[in-house]
T-cell receptor, first 113, second 115 residues
Framework: DAGVIQSPRHEVTEMGQEVTLRCKPI?????LFWYRQTMMRGLELLIY????????DSGMPEDRFSAKMPNASFSTLKIQPSEPRDSAVYFC???????????FGSGTRLTVV | DQQVKQNSPSLSVQEGRISILNCDYT??????FLWYKKYPAEGPTFLIS?????DKNEDGRFTVFLNKSAKHLSLHIVPSQPGDSAVYFC??????????????FGTGTRLTIIP
């Protein structure tokens, strides 16, 4: 298995632009998590899905952030419009009910200038 | 409100000695705890875990201790090796050892092993 695949690895965009981050979870995993890593807050949970259904989006910072999981093999996190304070590393992780912990992707480093 | 706290942003330890990383939590509903290790430009990887019904779990050079009354856990690495240099995240779940439960992470501790 190729693991959790995130794209792009790096994204540099201008303030006000729309940004879309993508994630392909491990086949057979039925939960998907989006986290954001910052120095001040560590790894913050933004949203997670079970069986493609959003369960908890209380960590989504503002209405500018949205996430979808149209099927079991794909999820997106969209920021529109982006702001400099959104600059961070965004991680996607997936898991199964019988597993221990998550498998993380390599992350997307987002820089908004 | 940081429910999982790692108060030491960094730690340096001599190769061969013991590394002790600490973690405190505030939510008494947490019943399962994990440690993740992260290298630069990679995602965190699972290292070791412990259920709240135990106070110690050991896996090779890694041991996690849990003190429920103090809401404190620690990760011991002995002996420390250069490859252990990484950022270590403490995480907690309120749903037991079920892979679908959300994890609350701390801010991480950067461990540097000095050769």
């Amino acid at each position: 298995d190729a693991g959790v695949i995130q794209s792009p690895r790096h994204e540099v965009t201008e303030m006000g632009q729309e940004v879309t981050l993508r994630c392909k979870p491990i086949s057979g995993h039925n939960s998907l998590f989006w986290y954001r890593q910052t120095m001040m807050r560590g790894l913050e949970l933004l949203i997670y899905f079970n069986n493609n259904v959003p369960i908890d989006d209380s960590g989504m910072p503002e209405d500018r952030f949205s996430a979808k999981m149209p099927n079991a093999s794909f999820s997106t996190l969209k920021i529109q419009p982006s702001e400099p304070r959104d600059s961070a590393v965004y991680f996607c992780a997936s898991s199964s009910a019988t597993g221990t912990g998550y498998t993380f992707g390599s992350g997307t480093r987002l820089t908004v200038v | 409100d940081q429910q999982v706290k790692q108060n030491s942003p960094s730690l340096s330890v001599q190769e061969g000695r013991i590394s002790i990383l600490n973690c405190d939590y505030t939510n008494s509903m947490f019943d399962y705890f994990l440690w993740y290790k992260k290298y630069p430009a990679e995602g965190p990887t699972f290292l070791i875990s412990i259920s709240s019904i135990k106070d110690k779990n050991e896996d090779g050079r890694f041991t996690v201790f849990l003190n429920k009354s103090a809401k404190h856990l620690s990760l011991h690495i002995v002996p420390s090796q250069p490859g252990d240099s990484a950022v270590y995240f403490c995480a907690a779940s309120a749903g037991g050892n079920f892979g679908n439960e959300k994890l609350t992470f701390g801010t991480g501790t950067r461990l540097t092993i000095i050769p």
